[in-house]
């Protein structure tokens, strides 16, 4: 089962990308569902989840007031707004589901998610 991330590219510091993830229906209705990020060297984070049901939301410290996690249940799509772009923002974002998930429990690990998207390459330039 593969999630189908795109939307990154290359921006100017102060800019704005917004990535998608599109999973298949019986994931994305029973799942938690969060974007991701490697930087190279350094290990993986959560950027920005929702939980199960879509009822709460949750940021990274250094993501919060600038990056907007939202789901469109109609196409099974995970959207990631992201505003003022920093250099360092700089990774490689990845979508993912943790499936069967309890409802309205936060998963802020890699290792509590099932599913993974390919990845996309988001570069902030200064």
């Known amino acids: 089962v593969q999630l189908q991330a795109s939307g990154g590219g290359l921006v100017q510091a102060g800019g704005s990308l917004r990535l998608s993830c599109v999973a298949p229906?019986?994931?994305?209705?029973?799942?938690?569902m969060g974007w991701f990020r490697q930087a190279p060297g350094k290990r993986r984070e959560l950027v920005a989840t929702?939980?199960?049901?879509?009822?709460?939301?949750n940021y990274a410290d250094s993501v919060k007031g600038r990056f907007t996690i939202s789901s469109d249940n109609a196409k099974n799509t995970v959207t990631l707004q992201m505003n003022s772009l920093e250099p360092e923002d700089t990774a490689v974002y990845y979508c993912?589901?943790?499936?069967?998930?309890?409802?309205?429990?936060?998963?802020?690990?890699?290792?509590?998610?099932?599913?993974w998207g390919q990845g996309t390459l988001v570069t902030v330039s200064s």
């Open positions: 929702f939980t199960r049901g879509g009822s709460s939301t």
């Open positions: 229906k019986n994931i994305f209705s029973s799942s938690a």
């Open positions: 993912a589901a943790r499936s069967n998930g309890v409802s309205g429990a936060v998963y802020y690990t890699a290792t509590a998610y099932d599913y």
